[in-house]
T-cell receptor, first 116, second 115 residues
Framework: AQTVTQSQPEMSVQEAETVTLSCTYD???????LFWYKQPPSRQMILVIR??????QNATENRFSVNFQKAAKSFSLKISDSQLGDAAMYFC?????????????FGAGTILRVKS | GAVVSQHPSWVICKSGTSVKIECRSL??????MFWYRQFPKQSLMLMAT?????????EQGVEKDKFLINHASLTLSTLTVTSAHPEDSSFYIC???????????FGPGTRLLVL
């Protein structure tokens, strides 16, 4: 079974609009970390946001915020006021040392296109 | 902070030759480094995990004799693709993590083309 699932291979958003990228994960652990990474055309992986599972509060970083639903094992990324520079492939990732040691487990990725 | 560099950024080599890729953590000590391979529009595939001063742990299906990994110091890991063949052409990314921390930082990647 896939640990991290990103069900949207591609998404499009109009500049200045809001878009939400979905991510679900599978775990029986209660303490873990979740991340969203951005990979623009340069292919440099950039950390967008991280969430610690034991924290109830949703993480935010400027225009980026997450909706972390622990019971539903859902970790969606909301991008507000989308900009052309947000166009990239976005990866959701899960980290828990008990299950996977040092490894970061990635989803398949979502390509985000931003229309001007 | 938390910058990871990779060198070279791209390399073209002839089939049968070996290529070395360097990965450096510039402003932190990376106790663990990771090497990934990525095909266009796909996710990252972990090849191996290396801890400073010890042998790398390879993922299933990755040939350890073909992809030699050395993590000689807390700031440097190298990946050597030995006897490269066209099927080894890909984008290789390294990543680093500080001991006890959960966030991984990534290098800019190396594009390898084997002719």
């Amino acid at each position: 079974a896939q640990t991290v699932t990103q069900s949207q291979p591609e998404m499009s958003v109009q500049e200045a609009e809001t878009v939400t990228l979905s991510c679900t994960y599978d775990t029986s652990e209660s303490d873990y970390y979740l991340f969203w990474y951005k990979q623009p055309p340069s292919r440099q992986m950039i950390l967008v946001i991280r969430q610690e599972a034991y924290k109830q509060q949703n993480a935010t970083e400027n225009r980026f915020s997450v909706n972390f639903q622990k019971a539903a094992k859902s970790f969606s990324l909301k991008i507000s006021d989308s900009q052309l520079g947000d166009a990239a492939m976005y990866f959701c990732a899960y980290y828990n040392t008990m299950e996977y040691g040092n490894k970061l487990v990635f989803g398949a990725g979502t390509i985000l296109r931003v229309k001007s | 902070g938390a910058v990871v560099s990779q060198h070279p950024s791209w390399v073209i080599c002839k089939s049968g030759t070996s290529v070395k890729i360097e990965c450096r953590s510039l402003d932190f000590q990376a106790t663990t480094m990771f090497w990934y391979r990525q095909f266009p529009k796909q996710s990252l595939m972990l090849m191996a995990t290396s801890n400073e001063g010890s042998k790398a742990t390879y993922e299933q299906g990755v040939e350890k004799d073909k992809f030699l990994i050395n993590h000689a110091s807390l700031t440097l890991s190298t990946l050597t693709v030995t006897s490269a063949h066209p099927e080894d052409s890909s984008f290789y990314i390294c990543s680093a993590r500080v001991a006890g921390r959960e966030t991984q930082y990534f290098g800019p990647g190396t594009r390898l083309l084997v002719l």
